[in-house]
């Protein structure tokens, strides 16, 4: 969003669009070779999610946003995942299993030519389990002959199969309208009470082992839990209300982190499904990272999802009952060198084995959700900015000093500002220009957005 026009439309989009409104989401599954991918791509009308990919490389995206007839909502593609998952058969299962319960409706994307598969088979047992609404894309079916292809499928007992070609998009139209209609308007958990009164959503997130499920015991061993029942899933609670520090708040997602699912291979993909599941339903993350262990490139990985959801961030530093003195020496200046991009997230050093300083996690949470909402005045905004350029004006370049004419905060959680220009601002002053805003407004906690439009 760096070099744009003026344009007065756009700042009301952003004014109305907030950007980060959690989306109901879409899991696409099915066996490989179906065509999941190619329809993930048809869905996003773009070729975003196959081409970038390397061979032999994990995908690290495992969600984009899709629009159809002007609704938005998330699609989670597994396409990527088999690559190096041994054992076929149990492996779509098991991803099946974790996207189906990370999802709030499946389209399951089955080959018409081929016909159903005990392996289809098994996945139309877990989606029945699950008692999540599915939509059943007969694919590969490229032309009329095929539709007979498609008829068999209504053995599986999942309802109509929506004959479709991914790769020429014959049929996809009709699809897409059925996966709109087994989709919820949001997400399967009321948001309606967000922000005004409802209990706030906290994901916990990190990779694995870094002690997620510990503290959630912990936190739900030591107060009244109340199991959310609302999601109406037949087995574990997707969501599990606690009470703490005279409040109650909701843990998003725990169901993920209460079932283990047991893998070595393409453990951190589903971690990261997992991630971007919770992050989008929740308001705030409290991302864990493990003391006991060198900062892994994972776990900045997750940081920063949490960053680009635009949730409000709380780092908790845990195992801290096994910090060493050298390990703590290191931990700063990894803290200093790896993680300067959430450099305002509060922080907490816990132990989730001996509930060391979980009490402290609270107050962080109401620091970064605080944060989050912060809105600054118009009046009050172009008073600090007017100083800022006076006190800091933007370097010249090629004969040019371009400056802020004035600016306006077009949305929260998370913060997001507009700049309106007199020419570009190069990278290094907007950088200057967040922290000046941070150390005036405080925004502890939450990642803020700075866009800036060029008025000619
Ligand atoms: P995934 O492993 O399920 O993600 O499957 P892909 O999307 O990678 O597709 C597997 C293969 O099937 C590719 O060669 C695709 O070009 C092909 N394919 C996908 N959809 C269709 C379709 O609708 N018709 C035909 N004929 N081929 C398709
Ligand atoms: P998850 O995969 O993130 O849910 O991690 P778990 O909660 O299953 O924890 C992984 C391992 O770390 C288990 O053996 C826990 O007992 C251990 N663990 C979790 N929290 C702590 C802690 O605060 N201190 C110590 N020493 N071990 C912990």
């Given at each position: 969003?760096?070099?744009e026009g003026f344009d007065t439309d756009e ?38 999610a196959v081409v970038e990919d390397r061979p ?187 009470e703490l520090g005279g409040k109650t708040w ?207």
């Amino acid at each position: 969003a760096a070099q744009e026009g003026f344009d007065t439309d756009e700042v009301a989009a952003d004014l109305t669009g907030g950007g980060h409104a959690p989306l109901p989401v879409l899991a696409v599954v099915g066996r490989p070779n179906v065509g999941k991918s190619t329809l993930v791509n048809r869905i996003l009308g773009r070729r975003e999610a196959v081409v970038e990919d390397r061979p032999g490389v994990t995908r690290d995206r495992v969600s984009y946003e899709a629009d159809w007839n002007g609704r938005r909502f998330r699609v989670v593609d597994t396409g990527g995942w088999e690559q190096d998952v041994l054992g076929i058969d149990a492996s779509v299962a098991q991803q099946a299993e974790v996207a189906i319960e990370a999802a709030d409706a499946v389209l399951f994307v089955v080959d018409a030519v081929v016909g159903a598969t005990d392996t289809d088979q098994a996945v139309v047992r877990l989606l029945r389990k699950s008692g999540k609404p599915v939509v059943l894309a007969a694919n590969k079916v490229d032309g009329p002959s095929g539709e007979a292809d498609a008829a068999a499928l209504w053995n599986l007992g999942l309802g109509e199969p929506y004959p479709v070609s991914a790769l020429h998009g014959r049929g996809s139209g009709d699809l897409l309208d059925a996966v709109l209609s087994a989709l919820p308007e949001a997400p399967q958990l009321d948001f309606a009470g967000a922000g005004q009164g409802g209990p706030r959503r906290i994901a916990l997130i990190g990779r694995p082992n870094v002690g997620k499920s510990s503290m959630l015991n912990k936190l739900a061993g030591e107060t009244r839990v109340v199991v959310d029942s609302t999601a109406g899933t037949t087995r574990d609670p997707v969501d599990e209300l606690i009470e703490l520090g005279g409040k109650t708040w909701k843990f998003v997602d725990t169901a993920g982190i209460r079932r283990r699912v047991h893998l070595t291979e393409g453990a951190d993909y589903y971690a990261s499904l997992r991630t971007a599941a919770a992050l989008e339903k929740a308001e705030v993350a409290v991302v864990l990272i493990d003391v006991s262990e060198p900062l892994a490139e994972q776990d900045t990985r997750i940081v920063s999802m949490a960053v680009e959801a635009g949730r409000a961030v709380v780092l908790a530093y845990n195992k801290w009952d096994v910090l060493d003195e050298e390990r703590r020496f290191y931990l700063e200046r990894e803290i200093e060198k790896d993680l300067v991009q959430v450099r305002w997230a509060p922080r907490v050093n816990v132990s989730a084995r001996t509930g060391r300083h979980l009490e402290k996690l609270v107050p962080a949470i109401e620091t970064a959700l605080e944060g989050w909402e912060t809105r600054v005045p118009t009046g009050r905004l172009n008073g600090f900015l007017g100083e800022l350029v006076a006190a800091h004006p933007h370097p010249i370049r090629g004969g040019k000093q371009p400056r802020i004419l004035f600016g306006t905060q077009a949305s929260t959680r998370p913060p997001r500002f507009v700049l309106f220009a007199s020419g570009f601002l190069e990278a290094g002053y907007r950088r200057f220009v967040e922290r000046r805003l941070r150390e005036e407004f405080g925004f502890a906690g939450t990642p803020i957005d700075i866009s800036v439009r060029v008025r000619e």
